[in-house]
């Protein structure tokens, strides 16, 4: 089947949805904030605990981190995406969703053949590899120190 140029954007204007940047973009701003707001109140908390600077930024760090992930895990994180958009990319907690995202998605498979491949292929191993291993240098120093 042979498309014109004008059949294919009558088409994709049919098919696709329009964007309303009015609503759009303040909803994926003020989610934005309330992330970012959530990051400086675990900092502020964990700084009135007494803890040093190092250990405050890492616990506010892995405290985004894990909620990221369990929201990711209970279905949450896709749900409030779906109206924040790009607000949902701060970095520390759309990393973890990307990462969780997909581990999730192939559970079903198994954990050798589903989680643990899959969780590989989205974030790639480089990444998966470093943050790993840089929590668990963190946890360790943490420890020590």
């Not at 329009?18 to 109140?41: D, H, R």
């Not at 007494?50 to 992930?69: D, H, N, P, R, W």
Request: glycine share 12%.
């Amino acid at each position: 089947m042979q498309l014109s140029k004008s059949q294919y954007t009558q088409m994709y204007k049919e098919a696709s949805e329009n964007t309303k940047s009015y609503l759009t973009i303040p909803k994926a701003f003020v989610i934005g904030g309330i992330i970012c707001a959530l990051g400086e109140f675990f900092l502020t908390t964990y700084e009135n605990l007494g803890l040093t600077k190092e250990q405050y930024s890492l616990l506010t760090s892995v405290t985004l981190i894990f909620l990221s992930a369990l929201l990711t895990g209970l279905g949450i994180y896709g749900k409030i995406a779906k109206h924040a958009g790009a607000g949902t990319l701060v970095p520390i907690t759309g990393f973890a969703n990307s990462v969780v995202a997909p581990a999730v998605e192939f559970k079903a498979e198994g954990f050798i053949l589903g989680l643990g491949a899959k969780i590989f292929i989205i974030s790639g191993p480089v990444i998966l590899y470093g943050t790993l291993a840089s929590a668990i240098y963190g946890v360790i120093y943490y420890l020590i120190k």
